[in-house]
């Protein structure tokens, strides 16, 4: 697993609030969105943020467990270049004695991925995304949504 972070996810009570605060308060530009799902902005630094509704990404990532690791709202991601790098990430990761919280499988987006918590409960992404670019440097890139 490269040492990087490609994404960080909020967790967000109202998805509508939260864009205006980033988009009409802070200024910034949204890059990519699912309607009334998930917004994401690329950051000048290679990463991306995305707010996704709280109890949404609490399901998406099967984190009603019972381990006693409460969910925080936030997940970071780690982005992979292709399918079979999901599947090594995840397998050091457990190797490593990650927590796999929910196994890589293909999901709803036309993606691929899988979560797992850290010792200390903090929940990672693993993701491949077949419409965002992986740099060389590991840097990653949304390109802007085509608006019709």
Avoid: C
Wanted: no cysteine; charged share 30%.
């Amino acid at each position: 697993m490269e040492q990087r972070v490609s994404l960080i996810t909020l967790g967000v009570a109202d998805l509508d609030r939260s864009r205006r605060f980033y988009e009409g308060g802070l200024g910034w530009q949204m890059t990519e969105m699912v309607e009334g799902q998930v917004v994401f902005y690329q950051l000048s630094n290679g990463l991306a943020l995305g707010l996704f509704g709280r109890e949404a990404l609490k399901e998406d990532g099967k984190f009603d467990d019972d381990t006693g690791a409460s969910f925080a709202g936030l997940t970071l991601a780690y982005n992979a270049r292709s399918e079979e790098e999901v599947d090594q990430v995840m397998a050091e990761a457990q190797k490593a004695r990650a927590k796999i919280q929910k196994p890589a499988e293909k999901v709803f987006w036309g993606g691929y991925s899988g979560y797992f918590r850290d010792p200390d409960g903090h929940a990672w992404e693993v993701a491949f995304n077949p419409f965002w670019e992986i740099d060389e440097k590991g840097n990653l890139h949304i390109p802007p949504q085509k608006t019709e």
